[in-house]
């Protein structure tokens, strides 16, 4: 039961963020009908003032339906609300590029990595004309204060309030009563269901796909800085080597795209198999959205969010293996992303986003990365003349691959799709 289809609830999501919208503007039109169907006008007609529009439709807000999110202790809370602080480095640098794309660097805890993308980063070409927003999957103190040593660019960090990382003892993360062994809830003494496969949950697992899909409803509808950006915005990793012509070879390939790709939803500055360079040679390159600096804009989004029930209902831990699988078929046509022949960035991680610190059998490298930039690396390398090359046949994930497993929990379920439901407007 890979990916739950329901026909009638699989836009739910979509309409709960307009009808408070609908509800408001609904009541104000009633009342005009009314009063301009009423044959016995007063000669004075009552007016309401803006405060008591306003109580009247936050009541009605209030009788939404809201999510409810797990009860988070006082270090979450303080984290959530760090997240509303202004960007620093807003003395040194006050103004936005025009027309800018907002970088957002996902992290988790791999300090030796998370040091070379910063410092690939400062040497990218513009980058002090954008905005750097750093989404932490937990918090620890050594990433922390790399991102708060950044002097190049604005800088925002935010912090996933609900990450298993930070609840040790209750979900998301793990706690006593949780099932452990196959066949467990089925003696009813413990909580939690297992996945396709009958394993049960795992919080390290799990929060891969939890902090991706609270980092995208946070960025594009919760941020005071991004709710409002309609362009695009660019994500990497912190084991995503950045070439100096990144950011400007992205902003060539948003404008080309809407001009030479009209099936491409996104724009990659690599290709979607992470050990390719690049064909080289004078074309672009369309093909499916890899993970690798991939940026889309709030059009894409809100196709994305309305598929909310597919994304958090399909037992897949990886959050990019599940876009592959079902959300990009059920778009109902071709998913392409445009991007050069030749790499503008590189992963370089030898260890998974979630294998880091702190573990009894860690994965650890030192952290060399031997990637060699090129004299064509460091400017901008693409041209408007050049044609489309589109790639029909690809391989990897797809339509009818049924998920690794790792999300069969009931629980994880649902607090993804809170997440879709966190900023209703």
Not at 40 to 61: A, D, I, K
Not at 148 to 163: D, H, L, M, N, T
Not at 203 to 221: A, G, R
Not at 272 to 283: H, L, N, P, Q, R
Request: proline letters at 6%; aromatic letters at 12%.
């Amino acid at each position: 039961m890979g990916f739950y289809r329901n026909a009638r609830v699989k836009d739910s999501a979509a309409f709960r963020r307009v009808l408070p919208l609908i509800l408001v503007t609904l009541v104000a039109v009633l009342f005009l009908v009314y009063l301009l169907g009423t044959h016995s006008v007063p000669h004075t007609v009552p007016t309401y003032s803006f405060e008591q529009v306003n109580r009247y439709s936050g009541s009605l807000l209030d009788n939404i339906k809201k999510p409810k999110l797990p009860n988070r202790s006082s270090f979450s809370m303080l984290l959530e609300e760090r997240n509303s602080l202004p960007p620093t480095n807003l003395d040194l640098f006050p103004t936005l590029g025009k027309d800018y794309i907002p970088i957002v660097l996902y992290v988790h805890n791999r300090p030796q990595y998370l040091d070379i993308v910063v410092k690939s980063l400062s040497a990218v070409e513009g980058i002090s004309e954008t905005l750097l927003i750093v989404s932490h999957d937990g918090y620890f103190e050594e990433m922390n204060k790399i991102i708060e040593g950044i002097r190049f660019c604005q800088v925002k960090q935010i912090f996933a309030p609900y990450s298993p990382h930070l609840f040790p003892n209750s979900f998301p993360g793990v706690s006593s009563s949780d099932c452990q062994e196959k066949g467990d809830s089925q003696k009813g003494k413990c909580t939690g269901n297992p996945d396709q496969y009958g394993n049960y949950r795992s919080p390290k697992i799990v929060s891969l796909k939890h902090h991706w899909w609270w980092m995208m409803n946070t960025v594009w509808d919760g941020l005071n800085e991004t709710r409002g950006h309609a362009g695009h915005i660019l994500f990497i990793e912190e084991d995503h080597f950045i070439f100096p012509n990144a950011y400007r070879n992205i902003q060539l390939l948003v404008e080309l795209k809407s001009n030479k790709c009209h099936e491409c939803y996104a724009a990659n500055l690599a290709p979607s198999d992470v050990t390719a360079k690049g064909e080289g040679g004078e074309i672009l390159i369309a093909e499916k959205i890899g993970n690798v600096g991939y940026a889309f804009n709030r059009t894409v989004w809100n196709k994305f969010h309305s598929k909310a029930r597919e994304f958090c209902l399909f037992d897949e831990y990886n959050w990019d293996i599940t876009m592959w699988a079902t959300v990009y078929p059920s778009l109902g046509g071709p998913v392409y992303t445009l991007r050069g022949p030749r790499r503008s960035a590189a992963h370089f991680g030898k260890c998974g986003l979630h294998q880091g610190q702190g573990e009894k059998s860690p994965c650890v490298d030192n952290g060399v990365v031997n990637i060699e930039v090129e004299e064509h690396d460091k400017v901008p390398n693409l041209h408007s003349a050049w044609n489309v090359d589109y790639i029909v046949n690809q391989q990897g994930y797809k339509a009818g691959f049924k998920g690794w497993g790792g999300w069969g929990d009931d629980r994880d379920h649902q607090l993804c799709l809170d997440f879709a439901d966190m900023y209703p407007l």
